[in-house]
């Protein structure tokens, strides 16, 4: 966080210093009480079961608050704001903050790929600026000041993720990062169990478009049905376009599986001044398997031209970006078969990147997929599973297992769509572990999908991974 002094702080939420000094300097501000420490700086918004002890502790600090409690006239050496309003407060500092800072401000949302196109434009951009952004995918709500403040005075450009738990989620991280470029990936289905219905979810994802504003630049997927369900007809910021079977602002054509990554040619459409549109081709290389990571370079290509990086230099630094752990990351295990570890999440649409990533690698070998339940899809739980099954049949493979007891439903509608594999269901990782023994050897490769919550794949994944030596 960029330094501040409570006179600054005080004058920005309006304020009236109670105690201590305004020439007091605070280096940073945090979220929780659970985090105080000196010369840090809280907005006391907690109204019940404050931790006194803490803020005890770790005096001098700076606290701003709506109510003098008793407790605090028994704390020495610390400084005292008070302001009307706590929540208006916050805010207002929030948006000072923020305002400090005129650099390009990305923000990311979607189904699938959110993660991996925010690091590969913190990547591209890193070779030659000061870059912060979301770490790895933690992307809750409770993150968003942290992140907020690692923005400091030689930091050039920042890279968030806007996860959505439930509707006005994109809303709020934006209200802390104001972006001026939004990224929407995709929009699928997920996180059911907070929107409800996946209408809702539909328009909490495209609340992307509020979050931009008039001044800001939208970056969305032609090929993704749902994200064209978004009205963009009073949207009076900028709109570009990424894709791969529709016709894009970024194209990406003649897909290949190579050594450990995808090339395509990318077309890039351009008008001049006459308005005259042009077309200029790359040749690409980016690692991570699979059609849909061409997908997240093209928004990444998108988003680091839009900051002016050139699509020569973007194609270069990108070949050195590492994909992430668990996002189909390729092992040898057991027997020597090769081991498709995709289980950081799992989602309907995500499964179906895997299954064609699956079918683009596997080059004869026998396919055997180990899948778990799909979380998070509330109500629509059933369909979204039976309807994984259909994709499942249609794409094909050699052997399907399935672990837990809505995993059975993908089982049950992919044999009753023909799929022409073997299948096995089980209630629970027991017996899994024996039947892969039996079939997997190095004419085979395993695709393990699920969430990383699920502690009991994660952890046959591990011991399948460790018997690569065996």
Known sequence: MKPF?????????????IQGSDEFMVNDMIYHITKMEPNKLIFLRQKSRIDWEKIAQSVPCVVV????????????????????????????????????????VVSVTGTNGKTTTKDMIRHILSFDRIVTGTKHSANSRT???????????DTDAAVFESAVGEPGDVLLASRYYKPTIGIITNIGVYHLDGCKTPEAYLQAKAEMVQAVGSKGTLIVNADDENTKKIGLKEFQG??????????????ATKIQYGDNGMHFEL????????????????????????????????????????????ISVAAKRIQSFHNLRAHLECNIGMGGCIILDDTWSSTPGSLKAAFETLNGISRGKKRIALIGDIKRLGNFSLDF??????????????????????????????????????????????????????ILDENSILLIKSSSTNDAIVNLKSKLKLRMTD
């Open 385 to 438: 599973h039976r309807q994984t099954g259909d994709m499942i049949a249609e794409n094909g493979v050699d052997v399907l297992i399935t672990v837990g007891s809505m995993a059975v439903e993908i089982a049950k509608q992919a044999e009753l769509k023909g799929l022409h594999g073997k299948v096995y269901s089980f209630p629970n990782i027991h017996g899994v572990e024996l039947l892969l023994e039996k």
């Open 65 to 104: 608050t709506d109510s003098l409690y008793a407790e605090l006239e028994l704390i020495e050496n610390y400084t005292i704001i008070k302001v009307q309003d706590i929540e208006q407060a916050f805010w207002k500092f929030v948006d000072f903050y923020r305002d400090q800072f005129s650099i390009p």
């Open 267 to 310: 077309t890039l459409k351009k008008r001049n001044l006459f308005s005259y549109t042009f077309k200029e081709k790359y040749s690409i290389f980016v690692p991570g398997y699979g059609q849909h990571q061409v997908l997240n370079a093209l928004a990444a290509f998108v988003a680091v031209h839009e900051m002016g990086i050139d």
């Open 238 to 251: 900028k709109v570009l376009t990424f894709g791969v079977n529709n016709h894009a602002d970024f194209q």
């Open 5 to 17: 002094s409570v006179k600054e702080i005080r004058l920005c939420v309006n304020g009236q210093l």
């Open 143 to 153: 993150h968003h000041l942290t992140y907020l403040l690692s923005i400091e005075k």
